[in-house]
């Protein structure tokens, strides 16, 4: 078990449903690389029971009815104080199954101090429901605009050191403190002048969440209230930071 990697997720499925199916392959592929994993959980009882089961799976409770960014601030806090001075943390969302057996190269430039956070990109977008390509696609395009460094930051993990952290750690969730909690700090790490570098994995979309979503109204208007929400936040915290910065 590595001492110096804390992956961080957070779960909430009303059932044993494909989200939850999903999580349990990607806790099991993250314990199988020796990850040490911090799971904050908000499903009932019965579900978070199943979590339990895991050894060398930390689960804590999220508290119900604050908003989403003051759980993920708790988590990102609690993992960074149990880190030692050179460690990492990994964030991910806990339906990307196989990606803990993708980790290895997005972790080692944090640990070895190459990098201070690592933004986890993805080779293609095929396997992805259509329109949420077309979101993510033109997400990306307008965050390179508007911080002047090109990544595929709409892919969501992370993998970053404390000083990196604490922007995760402390953010306040001033854009909405929704998905902006894991956007944001990427964008103030960047106008702090920490080293931030994006890693490419050759990652496909589970297929059963595919056919979940693929022609979905419900998850297409999610995504376009990601969209909006994410796009704006990354617009003026970019303006308020002066970026992007002449070369």
């Given amino acids: 078990m590595r001492n110096d990697v804390i992956l961080v997720t957070t779960t909430m499925y009303p059932s044993r449903n494909t989200r939850f199916k999903l999580a349990r392959v990607m806790l099991n592929e993250a314990l199988g690389q020796g990850l040490r994993v911090h799971l904050w959980d908000a499903s009932p009882e019965e579900v978070r029971q199943e979590f339990r089961r895991f050894e060398n799976v930390e689960v804590f409770e999220q508290k119900a009815g604050v908003p989403m960014f003051e759980n993920r601030r708790a988590a990102f806090a609690r993992a960074l104080e149990s880190l ?41 977008f095929a396997s992805y429901p259509t329109n949420q390509q077309k979101f993510e696609f033109l997400g990306n395009c307008f965050f390179g605009h508007y911080t002047g460094v090109p990544c595929d930051v709409w892919f969501a993990p992370r993998v970053f050191n404390a000083r990196a952290g604490k922007f995760f750690a402390e953010y306040d969730g001033q854009y909405g403190g929704k998905w902006d909690s894991v956007f944001v700090p990427v964008v103030q790490a960047i106008g702090a002048g ?32 990601q969209f909006t929400l994410l796009v704006n936040a990354i617009r003026e915290e970019s303006k308020r930071l002066g970026l992007p910065r002449p070369v």
């Fill in 84 to 124: 030692p001075r050179a460690g990492a943390v990994v964030w991910l969302e806990p339906e990307k199954d196989t990606l803990p057996g993708l980790l290895s190269r997005c972790i080692a430039p944090v640990v070895s101090g190459e990098a201070d956070l690592v933004v986890i990109g993805r080779e293609s």
């Fill in 194 to 225: 920490h080293r931030v570098v994006e890693v490419k994995v050759d990652f496909t979309y589970p297929p059963a969440q595919c056919r979940e979503e693929e022609g979905n109204s419900a998850m297409d208007e999610k995504r376009y209230d």
